[in-house]
Nanobody
Framework: QVQLVEFGGGLVQSGGSLNLSCVAS????????MGWYRQAPGKQREMVAE???????YYATSVEGRFTISRVVDKNTVDIQMRALRPEDTAVYSC???????????????WGQGIQVTVSS
């Protein structure tokens, strides 16, 4: 059983900052990519940021320069620092991990339950 749990959401004023953390636990052999997606009410889920096992990062255009993703491979954690937040950043943020539960198992995506981030204007 693999679990991903997010921490750190909440309410922040426009222009403020917020940090989200996610930890993966359970039967994990190896995690490859990790990242964050978000879904705002009435909108499709979108990629926010991704980070590979070797540390390469990718960002949505809308957050580049404002958000920073990082991870600690040995601790199975992925964090995202969000600065200069805007009302349009309001969404449920979910972390994910592409991982193997065994050396011979296929790579599978696992998701956290999501955490609310609300940016007031």
């Amino acid at each position: 059983q693999v679990q991903l749990v997010e921490f750190g959401g909440g309410l922040v004023q426009s222009g403020g900052s917020l940090n989200l953390s996610c930890v993966a636990s359970g039967a994990i052999f190896r995690i490859d990519d990790m990242g964050w997606y978000r879904q705002a009410p009435g909108k499709q889920r979108e990629m926010v940021a991704e980070i590979t096992r070797l540390g390469s990062t990718y960002y949505a255009t809308s957050v580049e320069g404002r958000f920073t993703i990082s991870r600690v491979v040995d601790k199975n954690t992925v964090d995202i620092q969000m600065r200069a937040l805007r009302p349009e950043d309001t969404a449920v943020y979910s972390c994910y991990a592409q991982l193997r539960t065994h050396f011979s198992s296929p790579i599978t995506d696992y998701w956290g339950q999501g955490i609310q981030v609300t940016v007031s204007s």
